[in-house]
């Protein structure tokens, strides 16, 4: 039975979870915090004195203004006493390297009230960079035991037992703001409403009420009586109260943090940030770091990917060769394997895509763009927190839409999400490539840039335009009466970690490729069959008209190519080719035949399966012998227009596809994550209308324009 209930809180990426771990060991489970999915680990642990302990591991956050639902547990917990998990004493976990950003959180949960201990972990780290503090001071200037461990090294944990178990159950700390100063009447009717609390304890209940479970509805409606009547301003009284705090802070810190690499380590910093923040030099800096990235793209992929594709090309050709003839075999080889290598080819440009930008957030550099995109952000309904979820849809629009939790304003983060999926993602790469690669020359520009990595430059270029002017639309439609804040801290530049890189490289491709390898296997095997099979009275007429002309036929040149063109003639009157013959009237103004027409249709769950789907297409329409040992690319490009005899992948068709995957949805995932963000059908509904509306009417006028 525990004596004690313990509360683990802290940042995310401080080594609260690894010092859980530790202190639990195997005596934990993972369970729901009641009424909500958010994961609830609990542990058991015995402390030096022979006293127990529960340990509770909440969510990491960096304020106790929630930005998500995980966030939201930790108020919850520690304000609610009838809460199961309400602790006696909190362990607030500190990264020793960034104590500044580390003590903000610290310095609000200790003006709850709950008594408190402070543990500075990563204490090695921080002697490696030259950080000393001074822990007897620091204890004495915030009234609570500190303690130093370094739960990587399994260091100091025997210490914090104790200190733990010598806690004791009065708070001690000492308060860093007077909450009632920021809104005096407001916070003394919520304590008479309230009873026996503290004044930030009022103002949190004020910020957050609506969202409060363990309110009943009367007291919510009472206390948003208080705030409309003295006119609280959340949004602005949080701003105030966080300035307030780090000014504090500082002062703190000045006394007990040595830094013997700061002023080094600063002055370097605002040496680079002088060029890299600057208003020309800036912009300029970042677009050469695009044109670096997507030029890598290209150029490091190519070995890569020709062995790959020469792989696929082999095991195919093999495969017909070696294994028996069948329904089977054609399922694995033209279905499985050609819709598996249309995914697996792109892992060497998705890998250095993810690989450039951890490179670029690890380096700090991505804070810089953030600040330094604010104020054009601005001026399109767009704040510069905005800047983290478009630059993330790059990766993915799923995760990107998720963090736009963290914009305050909620008119900035409406809009935010209906434009960050026209950011060019990872998932419009296989296609953005198969098809600059069929029509864009591999040569270089003035001997530096590749013209086909210009050309996927201009295609993300064109998506962030996009999504900036559709923002700017949206500012002028959306109404809110709401102003934002934008309050950041820019870390100093550091070099990145590099197995951090490598094993962003690996988890990234690994999800790309399940995550999509799964949909769009799936999608091969019902296209090889759609494409395999169609109406019996068809394929038995087509049997019987080859079989005639066989019969018939002397011309050698004609028997050759006969099996191609029986193949041909079969997938056109497959049940895919039904369907694809049904939208063609709709998809030909935009240049495109029947055979893309599937390709957009099954694409519309991934738009990844673009390309798988291509290959099945082609691999199924391909007869055995010469053309089944092409490769994807060059099968696309040897195929013709039936009618006038033209390559079907033209210029003009080719730009006119590529704008319909940068500006159209199709992607499932993204319509449920903004309903789940936005609780309404409402925002996804509207973004699939505009969205596709654009991807239409841009593919018309470019192929209009180009043929």
């Known amino acids: 039975m525990a004596n004690l209930k313990v509360a683990l809180v802290g940042n995310p990426n401080t080594g609260k979870s690894t010092l859980f771990n530790l202190l639990t060991g195997l005596n934990q489970k993972v369970g729901n915090f009641p009424g909500i999915t958010v994961d609830k680990k609990t542990g058991f642990c015995k402390l030096s004195s022979g006293v127990s302990a529960e340990i509770i591991d909440l969510p990491g956050t960096y304020s106790l203004y929630p930005k998500s639902k995980d966030e939201s547990i930790v108020f919850q917990v520690l304000a609610d006493k009838t809460n199961p998990s309400h602790p006696d004493i909190i362990i607030l976990v500190a990264d020793a390297t960034n104590l500044r950003r580390n003590l903000l959180l610290f310095s609000q949960v200790a003006d709850l009230g709950i008594p408190m201990l402070l543990v500075l972990n990563m204490a090695d780290l921080a002697k490696k960079e030259g950080i000393s503090v001074n822990v007897n001071k620091l204890a004495e200037r915030l009234g609570v035991q500190v303690v130093t461990i370094s739960a990587r090294k399994l260091s100091g944990i025997d210490t914090l037992k104790k200190a733990m178990a010598h806690t004791t159950l009065i708070a001690t700390q000492n308060t860093t703001i007077d909450a009632r100063n920021y809104a005096p009447a407001a916070v003394d009717a919520v304590k008479e409403k309230l009873g026996d609390v503290s004044d930030y304890y009022a103002l949190q209940v004020l910020h957050q009420h609506e969202t409060l479970t363990f309110l009943s509805k009367q007291q919510q409606e009472e206390i948003e009586t208080i705030e409309v009547t003295n006119g609280f301003e959340s949004v602005k009284l949080q701003g105030e109260e966080t300035?307030?705090?780090?000014?504090?802070?500082?002062?703190?810190?000045?006394?007990?943090?040595?830094?013997?690499?700061?002023?080094?380590?600063?002055?370097?910093?605002?040496?680079?940030?002088?060029?890299?923040?600057?208003?020309?030099?800036?912009?300029?800096?970042?677009?050469?770091?695009?044109?670096?990235?997507?030029?890598?793209?290209?150029?490091?992929?190519?070995?890569?990917?020709?062995?790959?594709?020469?792989?696929?090309?082999?095991?195919?050709?093999?495969?017909?060769?070696?294994?028996?003839?069948?329904?089977?075999?054609?399922?694995?080889?033209?279905?499985?394997?050609?819709?598996?290598?249309?995914?697996?080819?792109?892992?060497?440009?998705?890998?250095?895509?993810?690989?450039?930008?951890?490179?670029?957030?690890?380096?700090?550099?991505?804070?810089?763009?953030?600040?330094?995109?604010?104020?054009?952000?601005?001026?399109?309904?767009?704040?510069?927190?905005?800047?983290?979820?478009?630059?993330?849809?790059?990766?993915?629009?799923?995760?990107?839409?998720?963090?736009?939790?963290?914009?305050?304003?909620?008119?900035?983060?409406?809009?935010?999400?209906?434009?960050?999926?026209?950011?060019?993602?990872?998932?419009?790469?296989?296609?953005?490539?198969?098809?600059?690669?069929?029509?864009?020359?591999?040569?270089?520009?003035?001997?530096?840039?590749?013209?086909?990595?210009?050309?996927?430059?201009?295609?993300?270029?064109?998506?962030?335009?996009?999504?900036?002017?559709?923002?700017?639309?949206?500012?002028?439609?959306?109404?809110?009466?709401?102003?934002?804040?934008?309050?950041?801290e820019l870390p100093v530049y550091r070099m990145p970690r590099w197995k951090n890189v490598l094993l962003t490289m690996y988890e990234k491709s690994k999800t790309f490729v399940f995550e999509a390898g799964k949909v769009i296997i799936a999608i091969s095997i019902v296209l090889w069959v759609m494409s395999t099979y169609g109406p019996s009275n068809r394929f038995e007429a087509i049997e019987a008209k080859y079989a005639a002309i066989e019969a018939n036929s002397t011309d050698s040149v004609q028997l050759a190519s006969l099996e191609r063109d029986k193949s041909a003639e079969k997938l056109e009157n497959s049940y895919a080719g039904i369907l694809g013959k049904t939208i063609e009237p709709a998809i030909k103004p935009l240049g495109y035949d029947w055979k893309i027409g599937i390709a957009l249709i099954t694409s519309f769950a991934a738009r990844e399966a673009f390309v798988g789907t291509m290959a099945t297409i082609y691999s199924v329409e391909s007869a055995d012998g010469e053309q089944g040992e092409l490769r994807l690319r060059d099968k696309i490009a040897a195929s013709k227009d039936p009618v006038t005899g033209l390559p079907v992948f033209t210029f003009a068709t080719a730009m006119s596809l590529m704008l319909f995957y940068a500006f159209a949805m199709q992607c499932m995932s993204t319509v449920a994550i903004v309903y789940r963000e936005t609780k309404s059908w409402k925002w996804p509904v509207i973004q699939l209308v505009y969205m596709t509306t654009m991807a239409y009417v841009a593919a018309l006028v470019a192929y209009q324009l180009l043929k």
Request: charged share 15%; proline share 3%.
């Open 243 to 488: 300035v307030a705090r780090y000014r504090q802070l500082s002062k703190i810190l000045n006394e007990v943090v040595v830094d013997l690499g700061a002023e080094k380590k600063f002055a370097l910093t605002d040496k680079i940030d002088s060029v890299l923040t600057h208003k020309v030099w800036g912009f300029l800096i970042f677009f050469f770091i695009l044109f670096f990235i997507f030029n890598a793209i290209f150029s490091w992929s190519s070995v890569p990917m020709d062995l790959i594709e020469g792989g696929f090309a082999w095991l195919t050709t093999s495969g017909h060769e070696y294994l028996p003839a069948g329904v089977l075999t054609d399922l694995l080889l033209d279905g499985v394997v050609a819709g598996l290598g249309g995914i697996v080819i792109f892992i060497p440009q998705i890998a250095i895509l993810f690989a450039l930008i951890s490179i670029l957030e690890d380096t700090g550099y991505m804070a810089r763009v953030t600040f330094l995109m604010d104020k054009i952000m601005r001026r399109f309904g767009l704040s510069g927190k905005s800047v983290v979820p478009l630059i993330g849809g790059i990766a993915c629009a799923v995760p990107s839409i998720m963090s736009a939790r963290n914009i305050e304003n909620w008119k900035d983060r409406i809009i935010t999400i209906m434009v960050t999926p026209l950011v060019s993602c990872s998932a419009r790469l296989p296609v953005y490539a198969l098809l600059i690669s069929l029509v864009v020359p591999n040569q270089n520009v003035w001997g530096i840039f590749n013209m086909q990595g210009l050309a996927l430059m201009a295609m993300y270029l064109i998506s962030i335009l996009a999504a900036i002017l559709v923002a700017l639309v949206f500012k002028f439609i959306i109404k809110a009466r709401e102003r934002s804040y934008f309050i950041m």
